[in-house]
């Protein structure tokens, strides 16, 4: 009976894999109860990689090419199975497939907000999403770690594990950075790069290279974007005095309009509103002068009033109030001010 069944038995001469899917990551040849003919052809295509597998042990593996199986070129096989080296015989053992092709637009996004310690305000709450590409950089280990023995392991089955990698190095690698974060919130492709960077080592420990990673939105807390926004118009208006009022002005009077002013309200917020739009004009007519270089006298001969000065006061100290000026940029503009009542 045991002559029969090897006589009944057939040997494989052809093997590889022509990818029937975009999804498939790992495919395993389908040997049945065939066995390999010794001096088979194996074709690994150059997007691909073979692994043979005897007993659940990876004992060679084959990069892009045609390759001639044999005690030859299968040398750890053959020690393990005590082959007489005078004898070739067929043998049997589990081939798989890789595909190494990028897998590309693979998403990933923070489902909640995820708390990063910055070094400027402390801890801060954002959301972030892009995307990004992987593909197989070592079949060995990612055939222990992750495939195994399946018959088949798609993309799909992976893109929930990398998804959370991404996501839970993110917080690491924007502190390991020391980047404030206003400068990676500002340039996105820095704030790729230091993900990036964290999340590379997690990949490679499954036998992945992380080939890229965007991205494309981040979501900052109200109070923070509004000082990102501050900072940005006045990095647009330098150090000019004359301007830096006015854009605080400007970012002043909404609030003015919606019942800021001290009269209550219709009165009060026309007050409010007319005192706001007064202070930029002063300030082209008058401060700006002042600030640019000129002299005490000159600044007499402009006319800015005891009391002019004092309602520029009241009006810095409001935006102070509400946080628009800080304390040291009230006290700068309170000196300039008070210089021109000498």
Do not use: C
Not at 123 to 148: C, E, M, W
Not at 222 to 242: A, P
Not at 259 to 282: F, K, N, P, R, W
Request: no cysteine; hydrophobic share 45%; glycine share 10%.
């Amino acid at each position: 009976m045991a002559l029969l069944d090897f006589i009944k038995k057939q040997f494989i001469d052809v093997i590889e894999w022509t990818e029937d899917g975009d999804d498939v990551l790992a495919w395993r040849f389908p040997m049945a109860d065939n066995e390999i003919q010794t001096g088979a052809q194996l074709t690994v295509r150059e997007s691909q990689f073979a692994v043979f597998v005897n007993e659940g042990v990876v004992v060679d593996a084959f990069g892009p090419g045609r390759h001639r199986l044999s005690t030859q070129t299968l040398p750890l096989l053959t020690n393990l199975k005590n082959w007489d080296k005078l004898f070739d015989s067929p043998f049997k053992s589990d081939v798989y497939f890789f595909s190494a092709r990028q897998r590309l637009d693979q998403r990933w996004g923070t489902a909640q907000p995820v708390t990063l310690r910055d070094k400027e305000f402390g801890a801060v709450r954002v959301r972030a999403h892009g995307n990004y590409s992987f593909q197989i950089a070592d079949p060995k280990l990612f055939h222990t770690q992750i495939s195994g023995t399946r018959d088949r392991y798609l993309t799909s089955e992976l893109s929930g594990q990398l998804f959370g990698v991404i996501t839970q190095h993110l917080a690491s690698g924007v502190a390991e950075s020391g980047i404030a974060f206003l400068d990676l919130a500002a340039n996105q492709t820095v704030f790729a790069g230091v993900v990036a960077k964290s999340v590379e080592p997690a990949f490679s420990a499954l036998g992945l290279k992380l080939s890229g990673l965007t991205v494309q939105s981040l979501s900052l807390p109200e109070e923070l974007q509004k000082i990102l926004d501050q900072r940005i118009g006045m990095g647009m208006v330098g150090n000019d005095m004359g301007k830096f009022i006015q854009y605080q002005t400007g970012q002043a009077i909404p609030d003015l309009a919606k019942g800021g002013g001290s009269g209550g309200g219709v009165a009060g917020d026309a007050a409010g509103l007319g005192a706001g739009l007064a202070l930029g004009q002063m300030l082209a007519q008058n401060i700006g002068a002042g600030l640019a270089g000129a002299s005490s006298s000159a600044a007499a001969a402009i006319g800015v009033k005891p009391d002019e000065v004092m309602a520029l006061l009241e009006k810095l100290h409001e935006l102070k109030t509400k946080g628009i000026l800080s304390d040291a940029e009230f006290d700068a503009k309170k000196a300039e001010l008070l210089k021109k009542l000498v």
